[in-house]
C-alpha cells in the first residue's frame, strides 16, 4: 500500500493529523513510538506505546541473561520472550505507521468502533484503568524476566520466614520464606487469566445463546430463558461451592466453572438486545435482502449487540477476580503451591496483625486491579452508548 | 445531479395487462398475548381485508393516519411480517406459497425502503460493505462489486469517495439516498416506500422525490408508496388509497382523489391538510373531525369510521354493515354507504 | 441405698420441684430474663423444670460471701459444640469437654499425674482378676431438674453407649468390655458394676463419657438419640454448670450451678459461662483484644506473638493429645517399600517445619505415642533424623534412581518417584505441611504433588476400603489416653476404613494384641518401646508433630489451668477479677 | 391483583422446583458420605450401616430425590445430619438473622447508593462525581472478606485498643453476652451496634452499582421532556430534581432489588463467617461441606424462592410507583 | 389580565440573541444574532428547518437550555413587558415562567410525566404560582379540562398520562400551559407529533384559546402549511439567523429570500401535481463552521460574488426584512 506524503491537512479532525502535523513525527516515533501522539495530545495511547517500548528495553538491558536463556527455556519463559518481542515490534510499528499513514488513515471512514475508542481516550480515568490493565498484563506475561525470585524457592524457614520488606525482598517474605513480590507477580498471571479465560467462556456462550433465543423466539427462546432465570436465581457462590466441593479444584476445573457460571447474565443482555436490534429497520432491511439467518445473527445482530457485551465482560473479568478470591476463601481456590492473588490473601488472612504484607499486597493488587476493569468498564460504557456520547 | 425543473412526462402505463402485484383480502393481526404462558387474549387487526392492484410502472400512494395499518400492508405484501390471511401475487406468484428458495427470489425482485433514515443502516457497517453485502449474498456484481457499489453510489447521488464512510457521517437526507442504494444493489421491478421522506426536512425531501421519480423513469420501477403526507403522495402517486383502521376506505386516481374526494373521510382528511396559502384562509371550508381514532384491537362494527362520521346521511347502516368498495367505472372506489359527489 | 431411699430420693426431688415453681413464679416479678425455650415439647417440659430447680437450689445455696463469685466468663472457638451434650453420639473435642467439665459429669477423672481420681464415683473397686470394676456413686449429686443421679442412670448410659444402634462413634472402647445389658449390673441405687474382659487401660473410657439422665433419655430408642432435643436444646446435666441456652451456630450459655456438691467444690464462681462460636480467627483474636472474650480457644501459632505482647492477654500452651502425620498408601507402588518411605522421613527436616508452621508451639513426632504419655521414652526408641544424603542412599539402594536427569527418580521400569500428597481444604497447617514436604523432597529426588480436597471427599477417598485413592494423605489424629493403634496398623483390620496405609507387619500385629490386654504398665512399657521401634522400622505414616494447643486468656480470668486432660478441666475453678469486672 | 401474585407464583414452582433438583443431584452426587465424617476408629459396618439408615442414606439416589421432593411438598424437609434437629426449626433459627442483614444491608445500601447516585448526577462532571465513582467502585472491587476484616481491624480492634475513639464496634455476633439484662433500649442499641459492621460490609459492595445505576437512570431522566415541563412551570429545581425526576429515576433501580438479592446471598457467605452471624449463608455452606443434604437442599430452596419473591416485590412495587403497569 | 397589553403593543423584543453552545468539538453557535418582536395578542411564526435554531431561541427566551453547554452571549436581550430577562435572576425566571410565559412541546407523550396525575400536573403551577390549595386547584383544573375540549373531564383529572390518546395530552399539555393565563404562549412544534386530524383540532383550539385569553403565541414550527394557517406574522430562521421577516401574506405571496422561495417551491403543490419539485440542494451546514459570508450561498441558485460576505437583514418596510443583498429596500 503506498503512503502518501506527509502534508498539513486542512481541517483536523482527530489527533491521527495532528501527530501527523508535527514536523519530523516519522523520525521520531521510529526512535520513540508514541511520543508524537503524546505531543499531539493523545496521552492515553501515547503514553502506553512510549512506556511500553521503554519498559521492554528495559527488561532487554537489565534482565538480558534471563532473555537469552528464556530461548531454550519453558513455554512460560517462551511466552515471555514472545510476548517482550511483540510488544516491542508493536508498539513501534503502530507508532510508526500511524503517523506515516495519517492521510490515508483520514480519508478511510470513522467507524462506530473509531467513535467509541475517541470518546473513551477522552476519558482520564478510564484510560488510567486501560493503562493499568495493559501494563498488568504485560507484567504477568513478562514475569520469568522480572520476578526477583523463583515464586516458589522457600529460602531457609528459619531465618527468611515472615522476614517485613526489604531491599532482597520489596515485599516481605511468607511463612515459607518465598518471596512475596515474585508470588504477587507469578499470581497476576493465574487471577488475570482466570479472569480473562472465563468470562471469554461465558461471553461466548451467553452470546451466542442470546441471540438465538431473541432471533428465534418461541419455544426457543422459553427453554433457553428458563434455564437462564434458574442459573441466575441462583446464589452463583454456593452453586460454585457445590461444584468446585464434588470435583478437586484444580485451576482449570475453576476457569470452567466460573465460566459456565456467569454467562447467563450475558445471554440475558445479548438476548434484550437481539429484540429491539430486531425491530430496528436495518434488520429488516437484510431480512428483506433475503440474507440468510446465519448472516443477520452474525453480521448485523451480534456485532450491534454486542456493546453491553464488552462492557460487561470488563466488568465480569474483575468481579471473577474478587470471586476466586472469595473461593481461596474458603479453601476452594487455586492449588497451592501456584500462587493465585485470591489465595495469598486468603492464607495471609490469620497474619493480619503479625505479618500484614502478607495479604495486604496482593489484597490491593486486586482492588487496583479490579478497579480498573471497573473504570474501563464504566469509561466503554459510557464511550459505547452513541446516546450518552453526543 | 438533476436539478433542472424539467417536467418530464412518465411513461405511459398499461393497466388492460395483468397487474405486477395483486393483492386480496390481505389481513395481519397481532395477538395480545398477556401472562407467564403467553395466553392470547385478543388481535390487534393492524390490517383487516385489503384489496388493490399495481400496474407496472406505476405508483401507488397509501395514505392514512399513525396506526391505519399502511406501514403493516406494506410488510405483509413482501412477507416481512406474514400475513394473516388474504392473497399476494406478485407478477403471478403466489407470494404466500413461496418456500425459502422462493422468496429469496421475490426478494430480488421487490425490495423496500424504510422511513428512518437513522435506524435502517447497519451503524457499524461501512458503505461499501453494506452494499458489496446484498450483491454477495444474490451472487450479483460479478468479481468487482467493489467497482458496482460505486456506481450505485452515484446513481443515488453520492460520491464514489464515500465507499468507505459508515452511515452515521452522512446526513439524513444522504442515508435515504443510501437505503434507496441498498434497495435498487439487486436490480428489483418493485419497491415497497414506506414513508421515505417524512423524516426529512422539506428542501431535502424534495430532493429525494426527485430522485425516487428519475429512477422509477429510468429503471420502469414499479412503486408502492407509503406516506401521510396528503401532498406529497398526490404528486408522486398515479393512483392513491387512503386508509383508515386497517380497511382502503378510497381508492382513486390521484388527480380524482383530490378534486372529488368520495368518502367522508378522506373529505374530512383533505380538509384538514394545512395549505401553505394563507389567502384562502379564512373562507376554506374546513371538517374537523371529533374524538380520536378507535383501537384496531376492537373496532367498531359496520362501518369502521362511523363513529366520527360527519355524513349528514350518517344512519343505523352504518354501524352495522360494512359497506364495500364498489369501484365506479372512473376506477374510483369508496367504501362508503353514502358516498360524496360532487354535484 | 436400698429400692425405697431411691424412691423417697425421687419423691424429694419433685417436692423441691414443686416449691421451685412457686419461687420460680414469684420470682418472675422482680426478674425480667425469660430463659428462651425451643418450641419443642420435650424441652418445654423439662427447662421449666431446671428453672424451677436452679431458683430452689440458689435459694437453698446462697452465694458464698467471697469477691471471687459472680460475673460472665466467655470463651470463643470456630466451631460448634457439635451433638451438643449428648455423650451417647458425639465425638467433637470441644463437646466432649463440656459433658466432662461443664454440663454432665464423668465417673472418674484424671488428676494432673493423670491418674483416675473420683468424681461421679467416689469409689471405684476393680475385680482381682480385672474382670469388673464396680463404681460406688455419690449419693449428693442431682440432676439440674431436681432428680438425683443414681446407678440407673449410668447403667442406662452404658447399655446406650454399647449398643450398636445408637453408633456411639467411639465404640473401639467397649472392644473387649461385656456389651449391652449383660454387661452392667446395678448392684444398688447408688453401685454399678460393669464386667469385661482384662485389658490395657480399662478405666480411661469412663473419664471421658458424660453419664446421661435415663429419667429422661430411658424411653428413646437408641437410634433416635441422635436427633434428640436433648442434645443441643435442652440438655439436663448433672455438672457444675446448668444449661441456659443455646443459640445455634452462636453460642451455648451456662450458669453455675448452685447445688453442685461441696466436695467437688461447690457452686463454680462463674455466675454464667458462655461458649461463643467465632469461626474466623481473626475476628476471635480481636475480640479477645477488645475483651469481648476470655478465652480464645484454638489461637493459631502465628497469633501468639501477638497475644503475648499485649499487656492484657495471656498465652496458655500445652501439649495436645493429636499428632499431625502424613499418611502413606503403601498399596501404591512408589510407597510399597518401606526403604522409600524411609528416604521420606530422612529426607524431611521436621525440627524447622515444627519451628517455622508452629513457632516452636510443638515437638517433632517419631511414633503415636505422645511424649507426655506414660508409654513415652525417649531414650528407649531409635528416631529418624534429618539427613538427605544418607536419604539418597536408601533411595538408591531401594531401586530409585534419576535415571533421565529431569531431577525425579524413577525405579528401573521408569515409574517416577513421584507421589501426590492430598490434604483437607481449609486446613492451613496440613497446606503448608505438603507445601514445605514438596519444597524439601525435591531434593532428594522425590516429586511431591500437594492437592487439596474437600475435607467429606477426602474422607471418601481415604477411608473407602475399595478405593484408597491417594498416594500421601495429611491427617491429624487425637489420641486417648488409652492408646490403641489397632485401627490403624493391624493387619486384620486392613478392610476397615481406617487401615489407610495397609502395611501388614506380623511384629506390629503381635504388639498390638499384647498391648491391648496388657494390665500392669510396667510390662507395658516395654512393649510399647519395642512397639515404636518397629513403627519407626515400618514408616506406615511420616509422623511429623504433635502440636501445642493455644490457649488466648485475658488477664482478667483467674485461676486458669490447663492441659492435656483439657481446656476446660478447672472452668469451675474459673473466676473473673473482682477489680475489672 | 392477587390473581396477578398467584399465578406468579405458581409459574415460579416449575424455576425453584428446577433449582432444587439440580442441587439435590449435585450434592447427592458429590463425593463424601456424612456418615464418614462422624466416624471413629473401632466402628463396625453393622455401625456405619445403622448410620446410613437412621439418616435415609440406604436408599438410591433415586428413590431419595422422589421421597425428598413428595416430603417438601408436605413442608417437611427432613432431618439435619448435623444438628441434630428437624430441617424446618434449623432453618426458622438461621433464616431470620440472614434477612435481618440482608434487610439492613439493602436498605443501607439502596440508601446511600440513591442519594450518592443522585449528587454524582446533579453534579455530573464534577470532582465530587469521579471522586465518588473512584470511592465507591474502590470499595466494590474488594474481595468482601477482606473488606469486612478491614472493617474489622480499623473499626474494633484499632479504634478500641490503639486510638481509642469513642464509638468502636463488636466484630462478631448479632448481641452482647449480657443482652439480655439490658434494658429495652440498651437491647435496641446492642443491636443496632452489632449490625454495623456486618451491614457495612455487605453494603459498601452493592452501594457501588446502585450508585452508578441511579447515576445513568439520573441522567437520562433529567433530560427527559417532562423535567423540561416541570421547569417551564416554573417549579424550583428542588422541586424538580425530587418530585419529578427522582420518582420516575427511581423506577428502574427497583427492579435492582430483585437482581441484587442473589449477590447479596453469596455476600452473606463471608460476612456471616466472619462476623459470627448465625445465618443462612454460613449455614448452608457448613451443610455443603458436613454433606448435610437436607439442609443444603432445603437451604437452596429457601434462597431460590427467596430470590422469586423478591423480584415478584420488585415487580409489585414497581407497579405501585409506576402507574404505566397495571397487572391483572 | 394585565393591562399593559393591548394588541399591538410589543410583549416580548428580542435582540441580537445569541446562543452558543460549548461542546468538544467546538463552539456550536446554535443562535447567532436573532432579533424579532412577539406583541399582543397576535402569532408569531418561526420557521425553519432542523438544525437552524427555531428550538433553542424558543428556550433561551424562558432560560430553559442547561449552562453549561449552552450560554446566551454577552449583548443578547430578551424583554418581556420592558423587562429584561438575560442575566435575571433565577427565582425571576421561576415566577414568571409557567405564569406570565407559558410553554408546549412537540411531544405531548414524553412532556407530561408519567407518574402524577393530569390533574396533579395542571395544579402544580397553580399551587406554585397562584397559591391555591389541593382542593382548589383540583376543581380549576377540571375547568381547564373542560375548556381545553377533553370530554368526561372529571374523570380524566385522575387519570394518568398513558391512560390519554396523543390528541389529548397536547389538550392537557394547554391547559395545563393556560392554568396561569399567561400573556405569551411558546408552542414549539405542537403538532408535529400529531396525526393531521388531530392536528386541526388543536390548532383550532389554539387560535380560539389565543382569542378568548387574549393572549399571544410563538408558534416554532417547519410546517409551512400551519403557519399559513394561523400566523399573523413570520420569522423564517437559517443556519442560527433570521433570514426574512414580514406578514403570513408577504412571506407567502412575495417571499425575498432565495431560502424562502426555495422553501416554498419545495413544496408538492396539491394544485400542481406532475410538476417536478423544486428542491434545494445540499444539506444545512453544521452550527460548529456555519460557512463564511452568507450562510445560504452554498446552496442558493443565486449565489454570487456578492456572498462572500456576511449578509446583513435588509429593512424592507414595517415589519419586512431580508438577509440578502440582492434585495431592494
Redesign the interface.
Known amino acids: 500500500m503506498s503512503r502518501g506524503p506527509e502534508t498539513v491537512v486542512e481541517q483536523p479532525v482527530s489527533g491521527y493529523a495532528a501527530s501527523a502535523r508535527r514536523p519530523g513525527g516519522r523520525g521520531l516515533s521510529a526512535v520513540l513510538p508514541g511520543l508524537p501522539q503524546l505531543l499531539g495530545g493523545r496521552w492515553g495511547t501515547g503514553a502506553m506505546a512510549l512506556l511500553t517500548w521503554l519498559g521492554m528495553g528495559l527488561i532487554l538491558a537489565a534482565r538480558s541473561d534471563r532473555v537469552l536463556a528464556a530461548t531454550a527455556g519453558g513455554w512460560d519463559q517462551r511466552v515471555a520472550l514472545a510476548t517482550l518481542l511483540l510488544a516491542l515490534l508493536a508498539s513501534w510499528i503502530w507508532s510508526w505507521r500511524e503517523v506515516a499513514e495519517a492521510d490515508r488513515l483520514k480519508t478511510v471512514g470513522v467507524s462506530q468502533w473509531d467513535l467509541a475508542v475517541r470518546a473513551f481516550s477522552k476519558n482520564r480515568t478510564a484510560v488510567a484503568g486501560m493503562i493499568v490493565i495493559v501494563g498488568l498484563y504485560l507484567v504477568a506475561l513478562l514475569t520469568p524476566f522480572i520476578a526477583p525470585h523463583d515464586p516458589n524457592t522457600q529460602y531457609d524457614l528459619l531465618t527468611n520466614r515472615l522476614v517485613g520488606m526489604s531491599a532482597e525482598h520489596p515485599l516481605g517474605t511468607d511463612q515459607f520464606a518465598r518471596d512475596v513480590l515474585s508470588r504477587l507477580l507469578y499470581g497476576a498471571r493465574i487471577s488475570l487469566s482466570i479472569g480473562f479465560v472465563a468470562v471469554g467462556i461465558s461471553v461466548t456462550i451467553g452470546t451466542l445463546l442470546g441471540a438465538i433465543a431473541g432471533f428465534f423466539g418461541g419455544f426457543i427462546d422459553g427453554a433457553i430463558m428458563r434455564f437462564v432465570d434458574m442459573v441466575i436465581s441462583f446464589p452463583r457462590l454456593i452453586l460454585l461451592i457445590t461444584i468446585i466441593a464434588i470435583f478437586e479444584p484444580s485451576i482449570f476445573l475453576i476457569i470452567t466453572v466460573l465460566g459456565l457460571t456467569l454467562w447467563p447474565s450475558t445471554a440475558r443482555i445479548v438476548r434484550g438486545e437481539v429484540l429491539s436490534l430486531r425491530e430496528r429497520e436495518f434488520v429488516q432491511a437484510a431480512e428483506a435482502l433475503g440474507y440468510p439467518k446465519k448472516r443477520i445473527i452474525l453480521r448485523h445482530l451480534i456485532p450491534n449487540a454486542l456493546a453491553p457485551v464488552i462492557v460487561a465482560a470488563t466488568l465480569g473479568i474483575g468481579n471473577t477476580i474478587v470471586l476466586e478470591a472469595g473461593l481461596s476463601f474458603l479453601g476452594l481456590g487455586v492449588q497451592p503451591p501456584t500462587p493465585s492473588w485470591g489465595t495469598m490473601v486468603a492464607a495471609g488472612r490469620n497474619n493480619l496483625l503479625g505479618a500484614w504484607w502478607l495479604s495486604t499486597f496482593p489484597g490491593l493488587a486486586i482492588v487496583f486491579t479490579v478497579l480498573s476493569f471497573n473504570l474501563v468498564g464504566d469509561g466503554l460504557r459510557d464511550a459505547l452508548d452513541p446516546r450518552l456520547r453526543s | 445531479?438533476l436539478?433542472?425543473?424539467?417536467?418530464?412526462a412518465k411513461p405511459h402505463i398499461d393497466r388492460s395487462g395483468p397487474p405486477l402485484l395483486s393483492v386480496r383480502g390481505l389481513k395481519k393481526h397481532f395477538p395480545i398475548r398477556?401472562?407467564?404462558?403467553g395466553r392470547v387474549v385478543g388481535q390487534v387487526k393492524a390490517v383487516d381485508g385489503v384489496d388493490f392492484d399495481l400496474w407496472p410502472g406505476e405508483t401507488l400512494g397509501l395514505v392514512g393516519?399513525?396506526g391505519c395499518g399502511k406501514s403493516t400492508t406494506g410488510?405483509a405484501v413482501?412477507r416481512?411480517l406474514e400475513p394473516t390471511d388474504g392473497s399476494v401475487h406478485f407478477d403471478g406468484d403466489d407470494v404466500r406459497a413461496l418456500d425459502k428458495e422462493g422468496?429469496?427470489k421475490?426478494?430480488?425482485r421487490a425490495?423496500?425502503v424504510?422511513?428512518?433514515p437513522f435506524?435502517?443502516?447497519?451503524?457499524?457497517?461501512?458503505?461499501g460493505a453494506m452494499l458489496e453485502?446484498?450483491l454477495k449474498?444474490?451472487g450479483l456484481g460479478g468479481p468487482n462489486r467493489r467497482d458496482r457499489a460505486v456506481e450505485l453510489l452515484e446513481r443515488v447521488g453520492l460520491r464514489s469517495?464515500h465507499v468507505?464512510?459508515?452511515p452515521?457521517?452522512f446526513?439524513?437526507?444522504?442515508r435515504q439516498r443510501l437505503?434507496i442504494a441498498?434497495?435498487l444493489?439487486?436490480e428489483p421491478d418493485f419497491l415497497v416506500l414506506d414513508e421515505p421522506v417524512s423524516a426529512l426536512?422539506?428542501?431535502?425531501?424534495?430532493?429525494v422525490?426527485?430522485l425516487l421519480?428519475d429512477l422509477q423513469r429510468e429503471l420502469g420501477l414499479t412503486y408502492l408508496f407509503i406516506a401521510?403526507d396528503?401532498?406529497?403522495v398526490?404528486?408522486?402517486s398515479d393512483r392513491v388509497s387512503v386508509m383508515y383502521l386497517g380497511r382502503i376506505v378510497e381508492t382513486a386516481f390521484?388527480?380524482d382523489l383530490?378534486r372529488d374526494p368520495r368518502h367522508p373521510y378522506t373529505h374530512?382528511?383533505l380538509?384538514?391538510?394545512?395549505?401553505?396559502?394563507?389567502?384562502g384562509?379564512e373562507d376554506r371550508e374546513?371538517v374537523?373531525?371529533?374524538g380520536?381514532?378507535p383501537s384496531p384491537s376492537d373496532p367498531p362494527p359496520g362501518c369502521p369510521f362511523h363513529p366520527r362520521c360527519p355524513n349528514p346521511r350518517k344512519d343505523g347502516r352504518c354501524s352495522t354493515v360494512y359497506p364495500g368498495a364498489e369501484t365506479a367505472g372512473d376506477g374510483h372506489s369508496a367504501a362508503c354507504h353514502y358516498p360524496y359527489f360532487k354535484v | 441405698m436400698d429400692m425405697k431411699t431411691l424412691t423417697e430420693g425421687r419423691r424429694m426431688g419433685r417436692q423441691l420441684l414443686f416449691v421451685g415453681a412457686l419461687t420460680a413464679m414469684a420470682a418472675c416479678g422482680s426478674e425480667p430474663v425469660q430463659r428462651p425455650i425451643p418450641g419443642v415439647a420435650f424441652c418445654q417440659e423439662v427447662l421449666p423444670a431446671v428453672e424451677a430447680y436452679v431458683a430452689q437450689a440458689r435459694q437453698a445455696n446462697p452465694v458464698p460471701d467471697d469477691p471471687r463469685y459472680g460475673g460472665t466468663a466467655v470463651l470463643g472457638s470456630i466451631g460448634e459444640l457439635a451433638d451438643g451434650m449428648n455423650a451417647a453420639v458425639s465425638s467433637d473435642y470441644s463437646a466432649t469437654q463440656h459433658q466432662q467439665f461443664v454440663n454432665l459429669m464423668t465417673l472418674i477423672d484424671y488428676d494432673e499425674n493423670l491418674e483416675p481420681r473420683p468424681y461421679l464415683a467416689e469409689r471405684v473397686e476393680i475385680a482381682e482378676d480385672n474382670t469388673s470394676v464396680t463404681f460406688h456413686l455419690r449419693q449428693d449429686v442431682f440432676w439440674h431438674d431436681g432428680e438425683q443421679t443414681t446407678a440407673d442412670d449410668v447403667a442406662f448410659t452404658y447399655e446406650v453407649v454399647t449398643n450398636p444402634l445408637t453408633a456411639f462413634p467411639n465404640a473401639a472402647y467397649w472392644d473387649r468390655y461385656v456389651q449391652g445389658s449383660e454387661g452392667v449390673e446395678i448392684i444398688d441405687d447408688f453401685t454399678v458394676r460393669i464386667h469385661m474382659e482384662p485389658h490395657a487401660e480399662f478405666l480411661d473410657p469412663f473419664r471421658s463419657l458424660g453419664i446421661l439422665p435415663e429419667h429422661l433419655l430411658g424411653d428413646v430408642p437408641p437410634q433416635e438419640l441422635k436427633q434428640h432435643p436433648f442434645g443441643t436444646q435442652c440438655p439436663v446435666g448433672n455438672g457444675p454448670f446448668v444449661f441456659y441456652s443455646h443459640s445455634a451456630q452462636d453460642r451455648w450459655v451456662f450458669e453455675a450451678n448452685p447445688a453442685f456438691p461441696e466436695a467437688l467444690g461447690g457452686r463454680p464462681f462463674l455466675d454464667r459461662y458462655i461458649y461463643r462460636v467465632i469461626p474466623e480467627q481473626t475476628t476471635l483474636l480481636t475480640e479477645l483484644l477488645t475483651q469481648n472474650i476470655d478465652v480464645y480457644s484454638g489461637v493459631a501459632p502465628d497469633q501468639a506473638q501477638r497475644i503475648l505482647d499485649d499487656a492484657n492477654t495471656e498465652l496458655v500452651d500445652f501439649p495436645s493429645r493429636q499428632y499431625v502425620f502424613v499418611g502413606w498408601n503403601a498399596r501404591r507402588l512408589q510407597l510399597a517399600d518401606p526403604r522409600v518411605r524411609r528416604a521420606i522421613a530422612m529426607g524431611t527436616d521436621r525440627e524447622r517445619i515444627v519451628e517455622a508452621i508452629l513457632q516452636g508451639y510443638g515437638t517433632v513426632a517419631h511414633s503415636s505415642v505422645p511424649p507426655f504419655h506414660w508409654a513415652f521414652d525417649e531414650g528407649r526408641i531409635e528416631t529418624i533424623e534429618y539427613d538427605p544424603e544418607e536419604a539418597a542412599a536408601l533411595l538408591e539402594e531401594a531401586g530409585w534412581t534419576d535415571r533421565d536427569g529431569d531431577g525425579v527418580r524413577e525405579n528401573a521400569e521408569g515409574v517416577s518417584l513421584s507421589i501426590s500428597v492430598k490434604y483437607n481444604q481449609g486446613n492451613q497447617q496440613r497446606q503448608d505441611v505438603a507445601e514445605i514436604m514438596q519444597s524439601q523432597l525435591a531434593d532428594i529426588g522425590v516429586e511431591v504433588q500437594p492437592q487439596v480436597v474437600e475435607w467429606a471427599t477426602l474422607l471418601q477417598d481415604i477411608n473407602t476400603p475399595e478405593l484408597r485413592n491417594f498416594d500421601g494423605v495429611v491427617m491429624g489424629w487425637v489420641v486417648e489416653f488409652k492408646l490403641d493403634d489397632m485401627d490403624l496398623f493391624h493387619s486384620d483390620r486392613i478392610d476397615q476404613p481406617f487401615a489407610w496405609s495397609g502395611t501388614e507387619n506380623p511384629a506390629i500385629d503381635r504388639l498390638l494384641v499384647e498391648l491391648g490386654t496388657a494390665v500392669d504398665r510396667n510390662m507395658a512399657r516395654e512393649l510399647w518401646a519395642e512397639y515404636q521401634n518397629v513403627l519407626i522400622e515400618e514408616q506406615p505414616y511420616l509422623f511429623f508433630y504433635f502440636p501445642s494447643r493455644l490457649i488466648g486468656v485475658s488477664s482478667r480470668l483467674e485461676n486458669v489451668t490447663m492441659d492435656q486432660r483439657g481446656v476446660w478441666l478447672s472452668a469451675r475453678d474459673w473466676y473473673i477479677d473482682p477489680a475489672s469486672r | 391483583m392477587t390473581q396477578y401474585v398467584l399465578r406468579r407464583l405458581l409459574g415460579a414452582i416449575p424455576l425453584v422446583l428446577g433449582i432444587a433438583t439440580i442441587i439435590f443431584f449435585l450434592v447427592n452426587l458429590a463425593p463424601g458420605d456424612p456418615t464418614l465424617l462422624l466416624l471413629s476408629p473401632g466402628v463396625t459396618d453393622e455401625v456405619i450401616q445403622q448410620m446410613r439408615e437412621n439418616f435415609g442414606l440406604d436408599q438410591p439416589v433415586h428413590i431419595r430425590y422422589v421421597k425428598w421432593i413428595g416430603a417438601m411438598l408436605t413442608g417437611d424437609f427432613g432431618y439435619s445430619f448435623t444438628h441434630s434437629r428437624p430441617v424446618a426449626d434449623v432453618l426458622m433459627d438461621f433464616l431470620p438473622n440472614t434477612l435481618i442483614l440482608s434487610a439492613s444491608a439493602l436498605l443501607v445500601a439502596f440508601l446511600f447508593g440513591i442519594v450518592l447516585g443522585t449528587i454524582q448526577a446533579v453534579r455530573q462532571y464534577s470532582a465530587m462525581d469521579s471522586s465518588l465513582s473512584v470511592v465507591l467502585l474502590f470499595f466494590y472491587s474488594m474481595p468482601s472478606f477482606w473488606l469486612a476484616l478491614m472493617l474489622i481491624l480499623t473499626m474494633s480492634l484499632y479504634a478500641r485498643n490503639v486510638w481509642g475513639l469513642p464509638i468502636y464496634f463488636p466484630a462478631s455476633g448479632m448481641m452482647s453476652t449480657d443482652y439480655e439484662f439490658l434494658s429495652a433500649g440498651g437491647k435496641l442499641v446492642d443491636r443496632v451496634k452489632h449490625l454495623v459492621l456486618p451491614t457495612l460490609s455487605l453494603a459498601l459492595v452493592l452501594m457501588a452499582g446502585i450508585a452508578r445505576y441511579m447515576r445513568g437512570s439520573m441522567l437520562e431522566v433529567v433530560r427527559q421532556d417532562f423535567v423540561r415541563t416541570a421547569h417551564a412551570k416554573g417549579l424550583p429545581e428542588r422541586t424538580v430534581v425530587f418530585k419529578h425526576a427522582l420518582r420516575n429515576a427511581l423506577l428502574p433501580i427497583i427492579t435492582l432489588v430483585g437482581l441484587y438479592i442473589p449477590f447479596l446471598f453469596s455476600g452473606t457467605v463471608f460476612i456471616e463467617t466472619i462476623f459470627a452471624w448465625p445465618g443462612m449463608g454460613r449455614l448452608i455452606v457448613e451443610a455443603i461441606f458436613q454433606r448435610d443434604y437436607p439442609v443444603v437442599m432445603a437451604g437452596a430452596f429457601f434462597f431460590a424462592t427467596m430470590v422469586v419473591v423478591a423480584n415478584l416485590v420488585a415487580d409489585l412495587l414497581y407497579a405501585v410507583v409506576d402507574p404505566r403497569i397495571r397487572y391483572e | 389580565m394585565s393591562d399593559a397589553q393591548t394588541a399591538g403593543a410589543s410583549l416580548l423584543a428580542v435582540s441580537d440573541l445569541r446562543t452558543w453552545f460549548h461542546t468538544d468539538q467546538g463552539v456550536a453557535r446554535a443562535v447567532d444574532g436573532v432579533s424579532f418582536e412577539v406583541r399582543g395578542r397576535e402569532t408569531l411564526g418561526i420557521v425553519g428547518e432542523s438544525g437552524c435554531g427555531k428550538t433553542v431561541t424558543s428556550l433561551s427566551v424562558l432560560g430553559l437550555l442547561p449552562q453549561p453547554p449552552a450560554k446566551i452571549q454577552e449583548g443578547s436581550s430578551i424583554r418581556f413587558e420592558g423587562e429584561e430577562l438575560v442575566g435575571a435572576s433565577t427565582k425571576r425566571m421561576r415566577a414568571l415562567r409557567g405564569n406570565e410565559i407559558s410553554m408546549i412541546f412537540q411531544e405531548p407523550m414524553s412532556s407530561l410525566n408519567p407518574v402524577y396525575k393530569v390533574g396533579d400536573q395542571i395544579g402544580e403551577a397553580l399551587r406554585l404560582h397562584r397559591g391555591m390549595n389541593k382542593r382548589a386547584s383540583r376543581a380549576e383544573a377540571v375547568r381547564l379540562l373542560t375548556e381545553v375540549g377533553i370530554p368526561e373531564p372529571d374523570r380524566r383529572v385522575d387519570e394518568y398520562p398513558h391512560q390519554l390518546s396523543g390528541g389529548m395530552r397536547q389538550r392537557v399539555m394547554i391547559a395545563m400551559a393556560l392554568s396561569c393565563e399567561p400573556q405569551l404562549l411558546i408552542a414549539d412544534e405542537p403538532t408535529t407529533a400529531l396525526d393531521v386530524t388531530i392536528q386541526a383540532q388543536i390548532l383550532e383550539l389554539l387560535a380560539s384559546l389565543r382569542d378568548s385569553h387574549g393572549m399571544a403565541v410563538l408558534l416554532i414550527t417547519h410546517d409551512l402549511g400551519v403557519v399559513a394557517e394561523v400566523c399573523d406574522r413570520v420569522v423564517v430562521m437559517y443556519a442560527g439567523q433570521v433570514v426574512e421577516t414580514g406578514t403570513v401574506h408577504e412571506i407567502f405571496q412575495d417571499p425575498q429570500h432565495p431560502y424562502t422561495r426555495g422553501l416554498l417551491d419545495s413544496l408538492p403543490s396539491v394544485d400542481d401535481p406532475g410538476q417536478r419539485l423544486r428542491s434545494i440542494p445540499g444539506t444545512v451546514p453544521n452550527p460548529i463552521a456555519w460557512p463564511h459570508g452568507c450562510r445560504f450561498k452554498d446552496r442558493c441558485s443565486l449565489a454570487g460574488p456578492g456572498c462572500e460576505k456576511p449578509q446583513d437583514l435588509v429593512e424592507l418596510g414595517v415589519d419586512r426584512a431580508a438577509r440578502c443583498w440582492r434585495v431592494e429596500s
Open positions: 445531479m436539478e433542472s425543473g424539467v417536467v418530464s398477556k401472562g407467564t404462558f393516519e399513525s410488510r413482501l416481512l422468496l429469496r421475490l426478494r430480488r425490495q423496500f424504510f422511513q428512518d435506524g435502517s443502516l447497519n451503524p457499524r457497517m461501512s458503505v453485502e446484498a449474498v444474490h469517495e468507505d464512510r459508515y452515521h457521517e446526513s439524513g437526507g444522504q437505503g441498498r434497495a444493489s439487486v426536512d422539506v428542501s431535502v425531501q424534495a430532493q422525490v426527485n421519480e401521510h396528503l401532498a406529497l398526490e404528486h408522486v390521484s388527480h383530490y374530512a382528511l380538509s384538514a391538510v394545512p395549505r401553505p396559502d394563507p389567502a384562509r374546513r374537523v373531525l371529533t380520536d381514532v
